[in-house]
């Protein structure tokens, strides 16, 4: 909203607000030319900050709803050590929404209408969520590949263009690894058990491998805002080139887990020196996108309704602080930074 | 959807040992102050990554303009001789 009135307020004054607008865009070009990172409070192309809102926010939201389709296992958990793990994991998903919600603010978006957009439907999240989970090595499924393609998309974001959100993707990256690594582990755990438990882990995997190459978004000759991203250096590389290595990165993994990827056409190609891989059903990708995935109506469902049984708690809790006047920016609020020692 | 406004923005600082100083590790929103420490436990120190704590309201934090920068911080640009690699030295010198 305050971006906007900030659009808006520019353009009055012709001749000099060009003139400044024209150097601000070579300052700012010039910045992302060399590697420099924009700030919050740095002038920005308004189109630049549109995308990273609209980028961030389908991450953030995607963390949140990610944790329905696992937190369904929690109270199902083989043992108490998987179930400890779980909610860890489960956990960190909530930290990583948070962490981007918080880099998204500082673009002048507010939390609240954040959380309005995906209640709405008028800002997405990723597909992949929509996907149910069925069986128990589902859990190692997403870890493997959900998991393992988000840090392939990930990791390159570490160096993005805008410094909140390239801070914020250090942050998740390093916690990550964990979620991935605990995945693999479940899944050949169930590999190497009953011959019940390896098909249950085959099942999975057959279930969860296109929807995870799909992760990576459109091939590259149709992907809407790659081009632009990648000028940015909002992107570093192009989503088919990220699903090449990801699909690198997994057949000698199965191998070792002993299972099978669902793909006949994966082979080796020498000259390329990398994998081939068969065709993505794109019309599967489309469907679930526009709505119609197995899960889609479920997930913002529940979503809604742990959003609006929640809204005592947020009242109560301002209640209290408003009675007890500690809320900033209000006569006695502490000028002193708050201190907790352990 | 909901009808309350956002809870105030709070930075948040973390010590990752004692003897090191703290380091801002990012945002969130709570209540009041001592939400805020606890809401920043679970966020930022989830694997022992502080042992203490700082929370800030946002709105207290005055920040430099980045549109002044350069005239800001211009006088430290024409003082090399602030540096201790300005000066030369014979070789074999120690201790200096």
Sequence with gaps: ?342 | MSSSTDWPLWEVFVRSRRGLSHTHAGSLHAPDAEMALRNARDLYTRRSEGVSLWVVPSTEITASSPDEKDSFFEPAGDKPYRHPTFYEIPEGVKHL
């Design chain 1, 1 to 342: 909203m305050a971006a906007v009135t900030a659009d808006q307020t520019t353009q009055g004054t012709a001749g000099t607000a060009e003139e400044a607008e024209a150097a601000h865009l070579a300052t700012f070009d010039a910045a992302v030319a060399a590697d420099d990172r924009i700030e919050p409070r740095d002038w920005m192309p308004e189109a630049y900050r549109a995308s990273l809102v609209r980028q961030m926010a389908q991450h953030a939201h995607s963390e949140i709803i990610g944790m329905q389709p696992e937190a369904n296992w929690i109270s199902r958990a083989p043992s108490l050590r998987r179930k400890a793990i779980l909610m860890a994991k489960v956990q960190d998903e909530a930290g990583h929404g948070l962490y981007l919600y918080s880099a998204a603010e500082t673009l002048g978006t507010s939390r609240e209408e954040l959380l309005d957009k995906l209640h709405a439907g008028r800002q997405r999240y990723s597909s992949i969520f929509n996907y149910p989970t069925l069986t128990w090595a589902d859990v190692g499924a997403i870890g493997w590949l959900v998991d393992g393609a988000a840090i392939t998309n990930q990791v390159p974001l570490c160096r993005c263009s805008y410094g909140p959100y390239a801070r914020a993707m250090v942050r998740i990256c390093k916690e990550e690894s964990f979620h991935q690594r605990q995945g693999y582990e479940l899944l050949l755990a169930l590999s190497h058990g009953t011959p019940a438990q390896h098909e249950m882990a085959q099942d999975a995997v057959n279930r969860w491998w296109w929807p995870s190459l799909m992760m990576f978004g459109p091939p590259d000759d149709a992907s809407a805002h790659s081009a632009q991203s990648m000028a940015w250096k909002i992107k570093r590389h192009s989503n088919d080139e990220l699903r090449r290595r990801f699909v690198d990165i997994c057949v000698p993994q199965a191998q070792v887990l002993g299972l099978s990827l669902p793909d006949p056409d994966i082979r080796w190609n020498e000259k390329l020196g990398q994998h081939d891989y068969g065709a993505i059903d794109w019309t599967e990708f489309q469907e679930v996108l526009k709505g119609n995935g197995p899960c889609n109506e479920q997930r913002l469902t529940q979503r809604r309704k742990a959003h609006e049984e929640g809204a005592w708690v947020r009242d109560a809790a301002a209640a209290y602080a408003d009675k007890h006047s500690a809320r900033p920016g209000t006569a006695g609020a502490a000028a002193q930074p708050v201190e907790a020692t352990a």
